[in-house]
Structure formats: structure tokens, C-alpha cells
T-cell receptor, first 113, second 114 residues
């Protein structure tokens, strides 16, 4: 299995631009999680999906952030408009069922100038 | 809300020696799981070991073992025969029975001295 696949690996953009991060979970996994990692705040859960349905988005920092999961094999995290404080590493993770560990993608390093 | 605390921002150990990383957590749930993840400079998040709260036996994976003290809400990681490749950030993480996402500690930076 290829594992969780995230793209792009790096993204550099200017303030005010729209950014879309992509994630392909492991086939057969029915839970998907988006995390953000910064030096100041560590790893924070932004949103998670179960069977493609958003269950809890209370971690999404503000309305500029949105996430979708149109099918079981694809999810996006969009920031519009982006701001310098959004600079971080964004991870996607998936798991197959309660009790099984989360498998993480390699993350997207986002830099907003 | 659950919290996970790692009180050691950084630890250093000589190669081939043993080191223990500390983790405590706070929860009112009875059904939960605990994990240790390793993050090397490549920024991959690699699962090291997991522990089910209902199991009294401490989990072990090769050179890695845990000391799970449920009453004390403590979950430490012991690395035996430390190797240079063990150098990384180590994160302790908690997830409840609803499987609604991991709560991570702030991490411990482990340095291996050759």
C-alpha cells in the first residue's frame, strides 16, 4: 500500500491567495483527519471525517478554512484568503476503524509571504 | 477536554544506553488508547507503539516499551540500546473510544550522543 498521499509537499504563496491542499487516504480507511503543526501550538486537529461526512470541524481556526471529502479516496483543505499566520505543516491522516492507529501522510509545508 | 503533557522538551542519551520519555494525560473516559509517534527531521509521523487502556500488560515493540500506569494516568516510553537513528521528536498521543482524533503532547526532542 502506498500509504496516505499528500500534495503538494511544499507550497509557497502570497498573502491573499487561495491555497488547496490534497490528501488521498489509504484505501479502505473510513476515517480521515486534518492536522496543523506549528512550533508555537504543536499538532492541532482541524477537522475529521467519518465515511466522508465531516463530524467535527471545531478545530478549524476561522471561516477562511474549509475542508471537503467528496469521496472515500480524496479530501481537500482550502484556505482562502491565505495569511502569513497560516504558515505551518499540514498533515492528513487516516485510520480504518476504532482501535487502529492513525497513518499520516508526509505533510504539506505551507509558507505564506 | 483531554490533555496530554510531555514535561521534557529535550532529552539526551549516549548511544547504546537506555532513555525514558515521560507522558501524562488527563481524561474522564474509561475507554481510550495511547500512542507514541516519532517524527524525524524528514517530518514523517511514524507510529512507534500503542497501548489499549483496557489492557494491563505494557506494550512492547523490539527496543521500545511503555510503562502504562492507568491510575496515575502516566504513559512513559523506554528506548533500550539507543541508536543514532532514534534521534527525533517523540510525541505522546491520546484518543478516546469515539475515535474522534488524536490529542498530542508538545513533544520531546531526543538527542543521541555517539
Amino acid at each position: 500500500d502506498a500509504g496516505v498521499i499528500q500534495s503538494p509537499r511544499h507550497e509557497v504563496t502570497e498573502m491573499g491567495q487561495e491555497v488547496t491542499l490534497r490528501c488521498k487516504p489509504i484505501s479502505g480507511h473510513n476515517s480521515l483527519f486534518w492536522y496543523r503543526q506549528t512550533m508555537m501550538r504543536g499538532l492541532e486537529l482541524l477537522i475529521y471525517f467519518n465515511n466522508n461526512v465531516p463530524i467535527d470541524d471545531s478545530g478549524m481556526p476561522e471561516d477562511r478554512f474549509s475542508a471537503k471529502m467528496p469521496n472515500a479516496s480524496f479530501s481537500t483543505l482550502k484556505i482562502q484568503p491565505s495569511e502569513p499566520r497560516d504558515s505551518a505543516v499540514y498533515f492528513c491522516a487516516s485510520s480504518s476503524r476504532s482501535g487502529s492507529p492513525l497513518h499520516f501522510g508526509n505533510g504539506t509545508r505551507l509558507t505564506v509571504t | 477536554a483531554q490533555t496530554v503533557t510531555q514535561s521534557q522538551p529535550e532529552m539526551s542519551v549516549q548511544e547504546a544506553e537506555t532513555v525514558t520519555l515521560s507522558c501524562t494525560y488527563d481524561t474522564s473516559e474509561s475507554d481510550y488508547y495511547l500512542f507514541w509517534y516519532k517524527q524525524p527531521p524528514s517530518r514523517q509521523m511514524i507510529l512507534v507503539i500503542r497501548q489499549e487502556a483496557y489492557k494491563q500488560q505494557n506494550a512492547t515493540e523490539n527496543r521500545f516499551s511503555v510503562n502504562f500506569q492507568k491510575a496515575a494516568k502516566s504513559f512513559s516510553l523506554k528506548i533500550s540500546d539507543s541508536q543514532l537513528g532514534d534521534a527525533a521528536m517523540y510525541f505522546c498521543a491520546y484518543i478516546g473510544g469515539d475515535w474522534d482524533g488524536l490529542t498530542f503532547g508538545k513533544g520531546t526532542h531526543l538527542i543521541i550522543q555517539p
